[in-house]
């Protein structure tokens, strides 16, 4: 059964300003996260807009948005076959508890000047 499902967009630029902010993405995305974006090479800022839309999503699929979250617990990290996944720890864990889901669908995109993800929760 879905629990809930949230759609998300950002400006890529959005993510060149902040990396220009000392401080400013380690205070949203967890450093495993930052060390698999940036080990990546490429555009980093298009996988960084991706996801941050990634959070904002879930937020919105659990229907609550980032009430009592750290952004930080809210982590998407890549499969070795490139398939992004949501992974939550600490105070998103405890809000997808809440929700009562038990799995997290995630796809993102982005394209020229935005990224965008969806995320859907479902209890198996």
């Known amino acids: 059964m879905i629990t809930g499902i949230g759609i998300d967009m950002v400006q890529i630029q959005r993510m ?5 902010q000392p401080g400013l993405l380690e205070r949203y995305f967890h450093p495993q996260e930052l060390d698999a974006v940036f080990a990546r090479g490429g555009k980093p800022v298009h996988s960084l807009a991706a996801r941050f839309a990634a959070k904002e999503a879930f937020g ?6 980032f009430a009592g979250m750290v952004l ?7 499969h070795h076959n490139g398939r992004p996944e949501l992974q939550v720890l600490g105070t998103a864990m405890d809000a997808l508890k809440k929700n ?3 799995r997290i669908h995630l796809s993102l995109t982005h394209e020229r000047d935005n990224a965008a993800a969806v ?3 479902e209890v198996l």
């Open 16 to 20: 060149e300003r902040w990396r220009r």
């Open 60 to 65: 919105k699929a659990l229907g609550t948005g």
């Open 72 to 78: 930080k617990d809210i982590m998407v990290m890549s």
């Open 100 to 102: 009562g889901a038990n």
């Open 119 to 121: 995320v859907v929760l």
